[in-house]
Nanobody, 125 residues
Framework: EVQLVESGGGLVQAGGSLTLSCAAS????????IGWFRQAPGEGREAVSC????????YYTDSVEGRFTISRDNAANTVYLQMNSLKPEDTAVYYC??????????????????WGQGTQVTVSS
């Protein structure tokens, strides 16, 4: 069974930090690019960051560039999203997703094959 399980969300004050984890199982993790998306209430799903299978390609949306860092540990089948200098506008449910086009870093949600259930991040002002 394919699973992507996010963890690490929570409530933090503005300026604080959180590290999200995405643990994968049930597929060959090394063959997939991994993306992080977020969805705030009443809004669409936004691509936040992604990393190719070999970690040689990464992407960050402009609003998180310089504050968030994506990384992956293929031995542990896990991708991380280190989030620093958090702002209230970062509040959303964060999802990780897997894309079998391993070398690409897509920002288009329908192109991803597998999704996690999401983890809530709330940043208070």
């Amino acid at each position: 069974e394919v699973q992507l399980v996010e963890s690490g969300g929570g409530l933090v004050q503005a300026g604080g930090s959180l590290t999200l984890s995405c643990a994968a199982s049930g597929f060959t993790f090394d063959d997939y690019a991994i993306g992080w998306f977020r969805q705030a209430p009443g809004e669409g799903r936004e691509a936040v960051s992604c990393i190719s299978s070999s970690a040689d390609t990464t992407y960050y949306t402009d609003s998180v560039e310089g504050r968030f860092t994506i990384s992956r540990d293929n031995a542990a089948n896990t991708v991380y999203l280190q989030m620093n200098s958090l702002k209230p506008e970062d509040t959303a449910v964060y999802y990780c997703a897997a894309d079998q086009r391993a070398s690409y870093c897509s920002t288009i949600a329908p192109r991803y094959d597998y999704w996690g259930q999401g983890t809530q991040v709330t940043v208070s002002s």
